[in-house]
């Protein structure tokens, strides 16, 4: 071997280990960020590409991305249990006031002078100084904000906005020669349709269409009391008003739409099948449901559909609005990097994404009163999730929620199953 092939070998060998060198620095310098989130797998092929460009603009940051798609709470509890919550955690409404209440959430600050002035008790608070830089919400719909916020504090960025609209099978009302609903029907017209709706296809005495659908869980029910003024929490989380004369007649109406008018599936009737199936299997004339069901509804819908907002009570057509969001734990070694993270999953190019997919009703304003309603696919009438944002209630959550529920749902048992009163 001559001398200029052993120079040009030991050249490659001096650039092999000062590349390996500069790897293992940089490695050493990057920060290892934890993030959890839930998500179905159409979610997360979302989201994965998002974390990879956030890498790729923030070098110095490695994103540990914990995908938990089942008893994402439970495991949650546990992480912040053992000293091991992740830096940035997504969040929804429900159980915010749990983790907020126990002081293991970050406060989001919001930049001042960002948004219009509301109350000098929120003004003095946004003057204290946080551990992490202020954040712009100004392009944020403040019921969202509100959603997200514990005793007037801000703990998570929110992505989405949920709510609850009535999806209808387009062919089915065509078929009978019904009249499609329109925004400004009430709870008498609503039941005329589902009665008209509900039909025994094949004179066997079963019925094979249901005029609207039915489900046991307090979110479904939750917009019929609403609607003719009760619920189950007061606003200020004080005062249980499931027995105030406005909600019990909502529960009434809701409990009657199954056992007196027959124009909703019993349990024996729908068996193993969830509603969204029976939608699927046009079986439902009428399904009240979130906008989740928007992505499996374009791909596997054979029929005509659309959505229209939940019918009008005493009170008008009030649905409950939940969101879901980004937080900070507060045990967090990492917040300022936890908070570029936040920033950019929030960001409008990243929310358009989420968006596209027709799985959100999108917190940010700019993207939900643009892209959203550009959206050329069903359903049609995209503008009724940005219209019922009026009049829509942010449920009242209370650090015992989760008790209040299962509480609810072994005496609701009775009312809906066994066709008592409550």
């Known amino acids: 071997m001559n001398f200029k092939k052993i120079f040009i070998l030991f050249l490659l060998v001096l650039i092999l280990v000062l590349a390996g060198k500069n790897a293992q620095h940089e490695n050493i310098d990057k920060i290892n960020l ?11 092929d979302i989201l994965k590409p998002i974390l990879r460009e956030f890498e790729l ?13 089942q008893n994402y709470f439970q495991k949650i509890h546990l992480l912040f249990a053992s000293n091991l919550a992740p830096d940035v955690i997504f969040m929804n409404n429900l159980y915010l006031p749990i983790y907020a209440n126990a002081g293991m959430l970050e406060e989001i600050k919001e930049q001042e002078g960002k948004r219009e002035k509301e109350k000098g008790k ?26 997200m916020s514990y005793n007037d504090k801000l703990y998570a960025v929110p992505r989405d906005i949920s709510t609850l609209v009535i999806y209808y099978n387009k062919d089915i009302f065509n078929r009978y020669n019904v009249p499609c609903p329109n925004k400004y029907w009430s709870f008498n017209d609503f039941l005329i349709l589902a009665q008209k709706l509900t039909k025994d296809t094949n004179k066997d005495e079963k019925t094979d269409i249901w005029g609207i659908s039915f489900e046991e869980d307090l979110l ?18 004080k005062t249980m008003i499931i027995n105030t004369p406005e909600s019990k007649k909502g529960l009434q109406f809701y409990a009657d739409l199954r056992n007196k008018y027959n124009v909703a599936p019993k349990k024996s009737e729908s068996a193993s099948a969830t509603m969204a199936q029976l939608f699927l299997q ?12 928007v992505p ?22 009030v649905v409950p609005l939940d969101a879901s969001g980004w937080s900070i734990a507060k045990s967090s070694k990492h917040k300022t990097e936890a908070m570029r993270l936040i920033e950019y999953l929030s960001s409008k190019g990243s929310i358009e994404k989420f968006s596209q997919s027709g799985l959100i009703v999108p917190a940010r304003i700019d993207v939900a009163e643009g892209d959203f309603l550009q959206d050329k696919k069903s359903p049609r009438n995209n503008r009724v999730f940005i219209d019922i944002i009026k009049t829509v209630q942010i449920t009242p959550v209370s650090t015992n929620y989760s008790e209040i529920q299962d509480d609810l749902k072994e005496k609701m048992n009775y009312l809906f199953n066994a066709a008592g009163k409550f």
């Open 220 to 237: 479904f029910y939750l917009p019929y009391l609403m609607s003719e003024g009760g619920g189950v929490l007061s606003d200020d989380l």
């Open 57 to 69: 603009k923030n070098p110095d940051i490695k994103v540990e991305f914990i995908h938990i798609p």
């Open 34 to 44: 934890q993030f959890a989130s839930w998500g179905s797998k159409s979610e997360i």
């Open 296 to 317: 499996k509804y374009r791909t596997d819908a054979k029929f005509d559909w659309n959505v229209i907002n939940f019918p009008t009570g005493d009170k008008g057509s």
């Open 282 to 293: 046009e079986k439902l004339a009428m399904h009240l449901s979130g906008r989740w069901l």
């Open 122 to 147: 929120r003004k003095r608070e946004l003057q204290n100084h946080s551990p992490i830089h202020p954040f712009n919400l100004s392009t944020f719909y403040d019921k969202s904000l509100k959603a």
